[in-house]
């Protein structure tokens, strides 16, 4: 079973469900297979959603990296917004579980070089 598989399907739940009512057992249930084996590739619940947040982060669309620096933060606030509203227990699970997934670091180096270069420094853009 591929983890993709496993993060759409954490995503339908979470969808019908919400974030509380989200269980592993659950989630089993719906792939057909026992807990033991969503275990064997997430070592827990807050690994898994570390997962589903970052899998949801890398739907959003990134700007090119030139021109000026308020379009392309638009873009980013356009369309994470657009991510979130469709899945809307994503922001609490982006506030419980924070990751640092290879979409939501890109997504941040994204934004920090916009940030940088309006000529902000590293404490500046943090």
Do not use: C
Request: glycine residues 8%; without cysteine.
């Amino acid at each position: 079973m591929a983890e993709a598989d496993i993060t759409s399907v954490v995503l339908d739940v979470l969808d019908e469900e919400g974030l509380d009512g989200f269980t592993m057992r659950k989630l089993a249930t719906r792939l057909g297979v026992t807990p033991m084996v969503v275990y064997s590739h997430y070592r827990n619940k807050e690994a898994l959603l570390e997962a589903v947040v970052d899998r949801a982060v890398g739907a959003v669309d990134l700007p090119d990296d030139d021109g000026d620096w308020q379009e392309p933060l638009e873009v980013i606030g356009h369309s994470m917004r657009s991510v979130l509203l469709g899945y809307p227990d994503m922001v609490p699970a982006m506030l419980d579980h924070p990751t640092t997934g290879p979409n939501q670091l890109w997504l941040a180096d994204t934004g920090y070089a916009i940030l940088r270069r309006v000529g902000l420094d590293g404490t500046a853009v943090l």
